[in-house]
């Protein structure tokens, strides 16, 4: 009975071992898609994407760092279509500015299929309109941290004012006392 439990035990640690290596396997693939070159389809990117997505964010963050040295080292616009893909999907991965960037530089070459250009723009639009939001986000924070910052200081004089209030309440008060004793 104990070799049986023994047995068990063994399983279950190399099974977890198993599933360990392949899903480092499952990012390496991701990578690799990350470096296909020119003649690409609508439907590669589409993989790449619904890829990139299936992992955990800890692990787009890692993709995005391994892709990052294949957009600069080669300049394979393709590679920066997925940084810029990554980039849409997770914020953590950079800015919309660096992927709209990304995104136009592919959009110049000729070789790029109808169907990817359609692709583009409408991902360009959605960078851009977070890009806005992003501005806007910016500006209202510093909006709120001005009123914040107001609002803090008429707390401080209203603190002030009250304390000022008490002190003349106690001054009023002393008068009183002092004329009553006198009368």
Not at 28 to 36: E, G, H, N, V, W
Not at 86 to 108: H, K, M, V
Not at 175 to 180: A, E, G, M, S, Y
Request: proline fraction near 2%; glycine fraction near 6%; include cysteine.
């Amino acid at each position: 009975m104990k070799r049986i439990g023994w047995l068990c035990l063994l399983l279950l640690l190399s099974g977890c071992q198993h599933n360990l290596i392949r899903h480092d396997d499952s990012l390496t693939a991701t990578l690799k898609m990350a470096t296909i070159t020119p003649g690409m389809t609508l439907e590669d990117l589409m993989a790449f994407s619904a890829r990139f997505q299936a992992h955990s964010a800890r692990e787009q963050a890692t993709l995005c760092h391994d892709i990052r040295p294949v957009v600069s080292g080669d300049g394979n616009p393709w590679s920066g279509w997925y940084l810029a893909t990554a980039i849409s999907l997770n914020g953590e991965c950079g800015e919309p500015a660096e992927a709209i960037g990304l995104i136009n530089r592919l959009l110049g070459k000729r070789f790029v299929a109808e169907e990817v250009r359609q692709f583009a723009a409408y991902q360009l639009s959605l960078l851009q309109q977070r890009q806005q939001q992003a501005q806007q986000l910016h500006k209202l924070s510093l909006e709120q941290q001005k009123l914040q910052e107001r609002l803090n200081r008429e707390d401080q004089v209203r603190r002030l004012l009250e304390k000022q209030l008490r002190d003349l309440k106690r001054i009023e008060t002393s008068i009183n006392q002092r004329l009553d004793e006198k009368q």
